[in-house]
T-cell receptor, first 111, second 112 residues
Framework: QKEVEQDPGPLSVPEGAIVSLNCTYSNSAFQYFMWYRQYSRKGPELLMYTYSSGNKEDGRFTAQVDKSSKYISLFIRDSQPSDSATYLCAMNSNTGNQFYFGTGTSLTVIP | DTAVSQTPKYLVTQMGNDKSIKCEQN?????MYWYKQDSKKFLKIMFS???????INETVPNRFSPKSPDKAHLNLHINSLELGDSAVYFC???????????FGSGTQLSVL
């Protein structure tokens, strides 16, 4: 079983829709959770960083962590064509020496 | 001012050649990484250095050799390039192995 599972999509939504991106994981020691956005031919860009369970909001983006279910989500409100990218989740524990990545979800927001 | 910079951005070369990719970070981070991203966008860790010391050395052919002259630099040298080495290689850095990870813009390696 992979450490982190993420639906690769592709996901296609109309402009203005609410987008939900998700990852599940198997290691209960994970405490640090990140979401990255990667545009075509660019490096991954850190969007959200959260510690332990709970929600974190930044503008149109909300990151949610449910450690009891080993499930994390990224919500994008009022999605824009500029949100079209691949979204990667990543996570780690404070005893681990590397980040564990999902396979990425490709999102297209149609004008 | 770019936080993690890597050069070159594109590298096209023939099979059997030796090439290097350079990486520098100006964030003052202690830990640097090399990742390989395949065509399906999966990021696979190759190496990790903490303050010039090798921490992670994943199952990577020994044709790949990282070198960290100081904690702000981590270079990747590849000997005897093969077709299967074609991918995008990302350098990254973080303050510690669980803190925010910042990526460079990538090096697209094409082996012909």
């Amino acid at each position: 079983q992979k450490e982190v599972e993420q639906d690769p999509g592709p996901l296609s939504v109309p402009e203005g829709a609410i987008v939900s991106l998700n990852c599940t994981y198997s290691n209960s020691a994970f405490q640090y959770f990140m979401w990255y956005r990667q545009y075509s031919r660019k490096g991954p860009e850190l969007l959200m960083y959260t510690y332990s369970s709970g929600n974190k909001e930044d503008g149109r983006f909300t990151a949610q962590v449910d450690k009891s279910s080993k499930y994390i989500s990224l919500f994008i409100r009022d999605s824009q064509p500029s949100d079209s990218a691949t979204y990667l989740c990543a996570m780690n524990s404070n005893t681990g020496n590397q980040f564990y990545f999902g396979t990425g979800t490709s999102l297209t927001v149609i004008p | 001012d770019t936080a993690v910079s890597q050069t070159p951005k594109y590298l096209v070369t023939q099979m059997g050649n030796d090439k290097s990719i350079k990486c520098e970070q100006n964030l003052g981070h202690d830990t640097m990484y090399w990742y390989k991203q395949d065509s399906k966008k999966f990021l696979k860790i190759m190496f990790s250095y903490n303050n010039k010391e090798l921490i992670i050395n994943e199952t990577v052919p020994n044709r790949f050799s990282p070198k960290s002259p100081d904690k702000a630099h981590l270079n990747l040298h590849i000997n005897s390039l093969e077709l299967g080495d074609s991918a995008v290689y990302f350098c990254a850095s973080s303050q510690s192995s669980w803190e925010k990870l910042f990526f460079g813009s990538g090096t697209q390696l094409s082996v012909l």
